[in-house]
């Protein structure tokens, strides 16, 4: 397996989570209904903190271009979290959301480059929903501005596949990656169906 097959590999896997984290629920979801400007730049801010805190503490723990790849990315989820508090003033963060909790019990460098793909890939189908939102409340700098967010999303997955790429020694090891990958999914995914729930929305798309 090379870099791009892990990357499709992962979405095929986990389609259709991937799917319904990147539509509008998964906004409402990430706000708790409160569907408007400040709520949504606050939900942005806090996805992107609590990503620094964790890919920082990863950061220090690994060493090489793995230790390289993941402080560059929590310097880049730092930036994130500061464009939104820009965009929205002071803001203090909240709770992890549920995908970061379960990253930071990841071990094991090949485990923790899978999920970081698994974690990209899912914040990237985020970030388009907060462009989209953006675009529907005619803040046309503002969706520009996420746009570049989404981008970096997915230049993590990209980057991180190729650094996977380097370690993975045979199958077994992209095996246990591309199982963290979908477990990341599964967290982000868990966590929006449980919010939603509890919100009296059901998280299933009515066909």
Request: a negative charge; hydrophobic letters at 35%.
């Amino acid at each position: 397996m090379n870099a791009q097959e892990f990357v499709d590999a992962v979405r095929e896997d986990s389609k259709t989570p991937l799917s319904r984290l990147g539509a509008s629920k998964a906004l409402y979801a990430d706000t708790a209904g409160e569907m408007d400007d400040d709520t949504v730049l606050a939900a942005v801010a806090d996805r992107a903190h609590h990503a620094a805190e964790t890919f920082a503490t990863w950061a220090d723990e690994e060493s090489g271009e793995v230790g390289d790849l993941f402080a560059e990315a929590a310097e880049t989820e730092r930036g994130h979290a500061e464009t939104a508090a820009e965009e929205h003033g002071d803001h203090e963060p909240g709770d992890p959301p549920g995908v970061q909790t379960h990253l930071r019990g990841v071990e094991g460098t090949v485990e923790r480059l899978g999920a970081f793909v698994g974690w990209a890939l899912a914040a990237g189908n985020n970030t388009d929903q907060v462009v989209g939102y953006f675009v529907g409340q005619a803040s046309p700098m503002t969706a520009s501005t996420f746009r570049d967010v989404s981008g970096d999303h997915d230049d993590h997955a990209e980057r991180a596949s190729e650094v996977l790429a380097s370690v993975c020694e045979g199958d077994d090891d992209w095996d246990r990656a591309r199982e963290a990958a979908g477990e990341a999914v599964d967290a982000d995914y868990d966590d929006y169906f449980e919010t939603l729930e509890s919100l009296g929305v059901n998280p299933k798309p009515v066909c």
